[in-house]
């Protein structure tokens, strides 16, 4: 019992410095939604299912690393680029949009076009979140900082594109146009896809000119996400 306490003390530090950042930034892109304060539950449960993508995420990358592993030589860069963009980036983005879609799209609660940022990117910090428990409680906490600064911030960034798209996308569909629903849905999709192949070919390559792009490429996409969270609270439009 003297040897438990000080390793749950430990235990609880280690959650608390991954899980804080994707806290902090919640708590930021929930503040900008002026109009309609969403439900408590419906937020919560948009953070489980992130985890719940981030769990099918790792089955599903295993699975396309063993078929790209028998295509393509480890040891190549095109492996690199192919493994950032068609396999991580394509399932990671994927599981969170199918899970955004099935918790929230028929949701009562999404009645206003940045409902959809909103709910994207709790989901996408859901996922975060879980993903840096891994890191950390894997690695120490000499990872935390980075990953607050990089990783997790990331994920929010490729959320806010996926999510004013899926708020389009509503609304297209709610205006009976199926058709700009879809292009607006494939259009958030492929957006999250490109900007997380990107960053994670950048930062998985490690040369240096892939290291100075990575990060002219975090710097200018975090000034443009926090412009276009701005506009899209501030041109917020009812769906209905």
Known sequence: MFFIAPAMYILAIYVLAAVLPAVFLMRYIYRQDQIEPEPPGLLIGLIFSGVAAALCS?????????????????????????????VVAVVEEGTKLFFLKRRSWYSPAFNYRFDGVVYAVFVSLGFAAFEN?????????????????????????????????????????????????????????????????????????????????????????????IRLIRRESLEDQPLY
């Open 133 to 225: 428990i891994k890191y950390v409680l894997s690695y120490g906490l000499s990872v935390a900082v980075p990953r607050a600064l990089l990783a997790v911030p990331g994920h929010m960034g490729f959320a806010v594109f996926m999510g004013a798209f899926y708020g389009r996308a509503r609304l297209r569909f709610n205006q009976g146009d199926e058709t700009g629903g879809a292009v607006n849905m494939a259009a958030g999709y492929l957006s999250a896809v490109f900007l997380h192949g990107f960053y994670d070919t950048c930062a998985m390559l490690g040369t240096p000119a892939a290291t100075a792009v990575f990060v002219v490429f975090v710097v200018v996409m975090y000034i443009v996400v």
């Open 58 to 86: 790792i089955v599903l990358e295993m699975l396309a690393e063993g078929v790209l592993n028998l295509l393509v030589d480890p040891g190549s860069p095109i492996y690199t680029i192919l493994l950032a963009f068609l």
